[in-house]
């Protein structure tokens, strides 16, 4: 099983970003698939998630700013990010988690940093 994730970098405040993950070992259409970060000194949160059926969850700090998305049909799932905080500076991950229960993966990491 792999996750890939990819499109982090430096952008500014006020920036958009676009990360993506592609999921490769996993029958893609039976996984919720979420994207968590995590700041330097902090826990790893969830930031927006989204099941099979397309339904999405955001956290609150995120509302309205980013957006999650997903091709069923190209295994990837991709995070929109717009007006970017420096708060939002953080390693993004991607998880798979199996809808049915108990399997979870997890991607390497992409580092967002938002800076002037």
């Known amino acids: 099983v792999q996750l890939q994730a990819s499109g982090g970098g430096l952008v500014q405040p006020g920036g958009s970003l676009r990360l993506s993950c592609a999921a490769s070992?996993?029958?893609?259409?039976?996984?919720?698939m979420g994207w968590y970060r995590q700041a330097p000194g902090k826990q790893r949160d969830l930031v927006a998630r989204i099941t099979s059926g397309g339904s999405a969850i955001y956290a609150n700090s995120v509302m309205e700013r980013f957006t999650i998305s997903r091709d069923n049909a190209k295994d990837t799932v991709t995070l929109q990010m717009k007006s970017l905080k420096p708060d939002d500076t953080a390693v993004y991950y991607c998880?798979?988690?199996?809808?049915?229960?108990?399997?979870?993966?997890w991607g390497q990491g992409t580092l967002v940093t938002v800076s002037s």
């Open positions: 998880k798979a988690e199996r809808e049915s229960g108990g399997r979870r993966y």
């Open positions: 070992g996993i029958m893609f259409g039976f996984y919720s």
